[in-house]
């Protein structure tokens, strides 16, 4: 979608340092970490809120999800623990309106989360 940032990250035309990528799903490093490992799995197509996400979209939302624990295995962070964090709407906290799952580790996490 034009103007949509996490669109033109996933196209190449904003820079960014890819975790991982493939047809379907692109993941790169948070700009500011809230942790020492911080990645944002997102989909190639998109989804602007959970909200819009459909029936259609079940084995997308099902990748991203094995993409993090990929992830989480490859930044060190599976066995000592990580968190999933899927904003959605501004009342909690989604700024950008294009799906992504946040992936956080390397540190302590407390629950309930602020
Ligand atoms: P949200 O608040 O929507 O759940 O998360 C958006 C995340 O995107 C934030 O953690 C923010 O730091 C990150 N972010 C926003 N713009 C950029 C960008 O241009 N590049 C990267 N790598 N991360 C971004
Ligand atoms: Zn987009």
Redesign the pocket.
Known sequence: MEGC?FCR?AAKE?Q??IAYEDEEVVA?????P?APV?V?IVPRKHIPTLNDAGEEDQALLGKMMLVAQKLAKELGVADSGYRL?L?TNRGA????FHI?L?LLGGRLFHWPPG
């Open positions: 940032i990250i904003v960014s340092k790169f490093h948070d700009i500011n809230q911080h944002l964090v904003n906290g989604q700024s950008i992504h946040h």
